[in-house]
């Protein structure tokens, strides 16, 4: 291979790649323009996936509500689960929508890595719309469940079959869109 060949192949490889880049960007550009592609939602194509183990303790002074896979997995009814944090803002965004959310189907919330006493301040400072409540110490199990970063929502049927999962603070429109249909073909 001869120097000029060479250097043709060098300065085409970075014009190759951007144009590939390019391609890769106008494709999710042009499936968000159809409603095709949700950059906030997690696809969860296995809609039989079945909860991890693992079980949570309370909040001080309430450690026998907490959360477990096996209180989970034996509820009759769907449960919305929301992994939250005192500290994350979008968290403290949602509240509001959570408490509206939390009147039409069980809402159970897992503290993230957060302080006990903090978490129990932010839940009860507007009203908690969580039923029940886990701490997440350690963030074990929200690894264990596939979560990158809070809020993020699961929505389980029973039996602990997970069948939908968002990555961004919940609202009504969200709700409406992704929640409530999954909830009407539960019963």
């Known amino acids: 291979m001869n120097l000029m060949t060479r250097r043709r192949l060098l300065m085409a490889l970075p014009v190759a790649g951007a144009g590939i880049a390019g391609f890769g960007c106008w ?48 509820t009759t009814y769907p449960v919305l689960v929301n992994f939250f944090a005192s500290w994350c803002i979008p968290c403290v ?12 189907i069980a809402l ?3 503290a993230y890595k957060d302080k006990p006493e903090d978490a129990q301040r932010f839940v009860t400072r507007d009203g908690s719309p969580y039923a029940r409540i886990g701490l997440d110490h350690s963030g074990m199990t929200a690894i264990d469940w596939g979560v990158s970063g809070v809020p993020e929502s699961f929505l389980v ?15 009504e429109a969200t709700f409406r869109r992704d929640i409530a249909p999954r909830l009407e073909h539960a019963s």
């Open 108 to 110: 159970w919330g897992i």
């Open 157 to 171: 049927m029973p039996g602990g079959h997970i069948v939908w999962h968002g990555a961004s603070a919940l609202d």
């Open 27 to 74: 494709k999710m550009l042009s499936a968000m323009q159809d409603g095709s592609f949700d950059p906030r939602a997690i696809r969860n194509d296995q809609a039989s996936t079945i909860i991890p183990d693992f079980s949570l303790p309370g909040l001080p002074g309430d450690e026998a509500q907490g959360v477990s896979s096996d209180i989970l997995r034996g």
């Open 93 to 104: 965004a949602e509240m509001a929508a959570l408490r509206q959310i939390g009147t039409k």
